[in-house]
């Protein structure tokens, strides 16, 4: 903090504020309600720059104000800076700011709800929401909710506005309850418009404007106050859980630990050793490294850069003017033993008194200096010993005892008179940032008398029927505890009665964190979703199992929300969303980030924790609603199986359901018009709208039986098991959704397979694994392979008739119209042929015949079709020999035996994207007017846009 000279300070005065009949000469500290307290209102005019401390400054760069966003002009003194948070203004728009310094940004949240922090990561065109600086080539911490951004030494200061995503009561009915925006400052995209005034808003030079963390709704600083408070969720109101309808009394944000301690700074910490070796000298004796020291080096090197990105000699960067002393200030021996210091720069010369007041901007305190006193600090023979500083001490002195080095400081509070204290109290108004008003109290004041001078202070002045119906009360702030604490617990053995599922649980938890009571038990899948009353109980009992193993198997813990349908409105349909984070490489990170933001955070499910079950479970009571999987066939694949695994226990066994590709062929996902591959970049937030539009078909599902050699199976049609195998007597049983190969298309799969499984790190990237492929073909060309010939090898029977093959290595049966990334084998039918257009609805199969690996090639290039075999329901297939096969993907090597295809009575509900989307008249976030009159417009523009199709 820079405390040179004598700068010019813009602080408005308080006024003091007098009540009504009274002697305007008397003050409002000499009234007193029933005792002596102090009741000074904190009213707008003491208010007005929000506790702002502005002095004017030259820049000597582009400098941008950060309420209205445009430059700021001139050769010195252009505008002005706080002090603290380094927000910058015209001094035209000195009166208008509306963002609070950080200093008192924390008051004025009513219900703190903590953030959920990324990994540390590196971003730019980013600013930090604590310190108001832009993220150049610095790490930075990301809220995965709200998009609240900060640096690691701003973490101590961030203010605890994150989305509250789980808001049910049960005592308010569903219309009694309104909603409003959550707003946050700055980082809004390049293109954003303000929803009032219809002008650009968003700005990449500075932190401002503001955006609704919900519906999404943009606007300037001066424009969102001019904005309705209710929120509707915005154009995906239809498809978002709302809050209101979901409890969740504890999250698995809040039951991880400090950031710290639970690892997620661990890999910067790594990173930060990782620094080009030195050179190698030789020495008689190697001494080893011990885990202790390589810690304390990686410490180190995180402190520093914790430091630095808040530190003083950032900010003399920034100030060419800046010139004085380094001091370090520490907050208390935890601060002190943890080497967490803030640093303030202060002339040479500096008083006491300077020091303290730079030492609270440093720490976002908004106090009088004379409460706080600095001590100095020093350690002799290890023992830390504590100074109080007297005012007749200067900065001098304090570097010749420190040698030379940056004098290290402790600032305390200095409490006067433990009897007297203040208050913040809060106003009932809906506005979650609402500015609190602080009260004196001593130990002799009532509640009636701190009702009464509330009332004063937010200027309450009710009518007489207003005042007979009012009534005013004065409660603790705390969490119900009737809503139950609700976890899911996987990885057990599977197959087990729900009693030995419960004693397997017990047993590895103690008295104190004892559950209330098991809610469901999936045996198949070896899972259990338990409940807690008490929810000190529930953490207990998340930190005990998260780390315990049973038979060798890490288990899978993780708390779920509990959906209340009464709260829940009937024209909703919301979207179940299942994103497998390992597609794509990276990718199904970040549209799982992504879409939590978009939507209500609860209802978008990792993959990798714990699978489909969790969320199918969730949602296993509503009537009514849409899923969305993020990821490739496979992953579409899996969670139809668990799907129809859990179906019957389900109120919507089939819910429509829609792909966003992210794995390599994404066949699935290109029939039903969903795209090749997901791309970075693409905006995800139409492709939601896009979901709402989209129209529902049918998908068949076909059962691939592998019987053995000379045993025969009934096959049931009905049956829901995608793949079991209950031993070697037993066939194996597969649900096929696409396609189903054998011969030279399921070797190169299952060479590709083999590849993957030896180096799994290198397929992380959609173009890597089409060259493995295409290397794999290659490496057959010409050469003899194990599927020449197949004609002789296989016998194919189709509705019960024999199929005469001719010269093939390999056989393709399709479900669907697309195979190997996007080729089309059984190609376009001509009105003189003698088979049907293909058709993923239609009930038959198409068979088709592959010559080698060149006709493979052809295929892919579009250069010619496979060879057309036959259209049947029924299909089987005799193999003389070990074959390779895959089903949808899947490869592996088969024995010698019958494979039995069939129409299976599971058939999936599909969404299918429209060739022409449906016209709207606002596709931007709605602000205000009646959701149910806009769909009802929208269902009429629908219409009309399919009559035109027609025609």
Same mark, same amino acid.
């Given at each position: ?18 009540? $009504? ?32 401390? !502005? ?7 582009? /400098? ?22 380094? !927000? ?79 808001? =049910? ?92 301690? #639970? ?10 050793? @990782?620094?080009?070796? $030195? ?83 440093? =720490? ?20 830390? /010993? ?26 305390? =509070? ?53 005042? @007979? ?23 057990? $053995?599977?197959?087990?009665?729900? !009693? ?39 953490? @207990? ?36 969303? !299942? ?93 039903? @018009? ?57 066939? &194996? ?31 992380? &990237? ?6 493995? =492929? ?11 392979? &194990? ?16 199929? #005469? ?85 899947? $490869? ?60």
């Amino acid at each position: 903090m820079n405390v040179s000279g004598n700068p010019r300070r813009v602080r408005p005065e308080k006024q003091p504020v007098i009540l $009504p009949g009274s002697d305007c000469k008397e003050t409002m500290e000499s009234l007193s309600f029933g005792r002596r307290v102090d009741i000074t209102a904190d009213t707008e005019s003491a208010d007005t720059y929000h506790h702002h401390t !502005f002095v004017k400054k030259s820049f000597h760069r582009p /400098t941008f104000c950060h309420h209205c966003t445009e430059m700021l002009w001139g050769i010195t003194k252009q505008g002005l800076t706080c002090e603290v948070c380094n !927000f910058v203004s015209h001094e035209r728009c000195l009166y208008n700011i509306v963002t609070p310094c950080s200093s008192v940004a924390s008051d004025r949240i009513k219900e703190p709800v903590p953030h959920t922090w990324s990994d540390p990561v590196q971003a730019r065109k980013k600013f930090c929401n604590v310190c108001r600086r832009k993220f150049d080539d610095g790490v930075l911490l990301r809220c995965e909710v709200c998009e609240y951004y900060a640096h690691l030494g701003c973490l101590d200061f961030v203010v605890s506005d994150c989305r509250k995503c789980s808001n =049910y009561e049960e005592s308010k009915e569903m219309g009694e309850k309104k909603f409003v925006h959550h707003w946050r400052e700055g980082n809004l995209p390049p293109s954003g418009k303000c929803a009032f005034c219809k002008c650009k808003c968003g700005t990449t030079e500075c932190l401002s404007s503001m955006k609704c963390s919900w519906c999404w709704t943009m606007a300037h600083c001066g424009c969102y106050k001019q904005l309705p408070q209710s929120c509707n969720y915005g154009a995906l109101a239809e498809i978002l859980m709302p809050r209101s309808c979901l409890s969740m009394p504890v999250t698995n944000a809040s039951v991880k630990a400090d950031l710290a301690s #639970k690892g997620k700074l661990k890999k910067f910490w790594l990173d930060a050793i @990782k620094a080009p070796k $030195p050179k190698k000298v030789k020495t008689p004796r190697a001494r080893p490294v011990s885990d202790a020291h390589v810690n304390q080096q990686a410490r180190r090197r995180y402190l520093k850069a914790n430091m630095m990105e808040n530190s003083a000699e950032t900010r003399a960067k920034d100030d060419e003017t800046a010139d004085g002393q380094i001091v370090k200030i520490y907050d208390g021996y935890i601060a002190l033993s943890k080497r967490n210091f803030k640093t303030i720069q202060v002339q040479k010369d500096a008083t006491i008194q300077q020091m303290i007041e730079a030492a609270l901007r440093a =720490y976002l305190i908004k106090d009088e200096a004379s409460n706080y006193y600095l001590s100095s600090v020093s350690d002799t023979d290890g023992e830390i /010993t504590e100074k109080r500083l007297s005012e007749l001490d200067n900065l001098t002195s304090l570097t010749k005892v420190s040698m030379g080095k940056a004098p290290s400081l402790f600032l305390r =509070y200095e409490d006067k008179d433990t009897r007297r204290g203040t208050i913040k109290v809060f106003s009932g108004d809906p506005d979650t940032t609402s500015v609190p008003r602080p009260i004196s109290i001593n130990s002799h004041i009532s509640v009636e008398e701190v009702i009464e001078m509330a009332l004063h202070k937010f200027r309450i002045d009710n009518s007489l029927k207003q005042m @007979k119906q009012t009534r005013y009360y004065l409660r603790k702030n705390e969490q119900p505890t009737m809503e139950l604490a609700r976890m899911y617990v996987g990885s057990l $053995p599977i197959n087990l009665s729900e !009693f030995k599922y419960k004693q397997i649980i017990q047993k590895m938890l103690d008295e104190d964190s004892m559950f209330a009571s098991i809610d469901m038990v999936y045996a198949q899948y070896g899972s259990a979703c338990v409940s807690f009353s008490d929810h000190e109980a529930a953490v @207990k009992a998340y930190k005990i199992l998260k780390d315990t193993t049973y038979e060798d198997k890490l288990l899978t813990v993780l708390f779920i929300p509990e959906i209340h349908l009464d709260k829940l409105p009937e024209d909703h349909c919301p979207l179940l969303v !299942f994103v497998n984070t390992r597609s794509g490489g990276c990718q199904g990170i970040d549209v799982q980030d992504a879409l939590r933001k978009m939507l209500n955070p609860h209802q978008v499910f990792d993959l990798d924790q714990g699978g489909p079950l969790p969320g199918l479970h969730v949602f296993s009571q509503l009537k009514e609603y849409k899923a969305l999987i993020c990821g490739g066939d496979g992953t579409v694949g899996w969670v139809l199986s668990c799907l129809d695994d859990i179906g019957q226990e389900s109120v919507c066994s089939s819910p429509p359901i829609a792909v966003l590709p992210l794995g390599t062929g994404n066949d699935l996902s290109r029939v039903l @018009k969903w795209g090749g591959g997901y791309q970075q970049g693409d905006d995800l937030y139409q492709m939601l709208q896009t979901v709402m539009e989209a129209e529902e078909v049918k998908l068949d599902r076909w059962t691939v039986v592998f019987e053995p050699e000379g045993k025969h199976t009934e096959i049931d049609n009905k049956s829901n098991s995608s793949n079991s195998s209950s031993g070697d007597d037993m066939p &194996n049983l597969f649900v096929m959704n696409n396609y189903f190969g054998i011969g030279i298309d399921a070797d190169l799969c299952l060479g590709f397979h083999n590849a993957r499984e030896e180096k799994p790190e290198k397929f992380n &990237n959609r173009v890597y694994n089409k060259i493995v =492929y295409l290397r794999q073909g290659m490496q057959k060309l010409g050469r003899k392979t &194990n599927c020449r010939e197949l004609n002789k090898e296989i016998l194919i029977d189709v509705d019960n008739k024999r199929l #005469k093959l001719p010269t093939l290595e390999g056989i393709l049966i399709l479900n669907i119209s697309s195979w190997g990334s996007g080729a089309d084998p059984w190609g376009s039918s001509d009105t003189q042929d003698e088979f049907q257009r293909a058709s993923h609805d239609d009930g038959m199969l198409e068979i088709i015949g592959l010559t080698g690996v060149m006709h493979l090639g052809q295929i892919q290039g579009s250069l010619r079709n496979g060879i057309r075999l036959a259209q049947a329901s029924h299909i089987r297939i005799s193999m003389k020999t070990d074959m390779p096969v895959q089903v949808d993907g899947e $490869p592996w090597m088969q024995l010698s035996g019958e494979v039995v295809v069939s129409r299976s009575a599971l058939q999936a509900t599909m969404l299918k994207k429209r060739k022409h989307r449906i016209a709207r008249r606002n596709t931007e976030p709605a602000i205000s007017g009646d959701s149910a009159a806009q769909r009802d417009q929208a269902k009429l523009v629908a219409v009309n846009s399919e009559e035109i199709a027609q025609i």
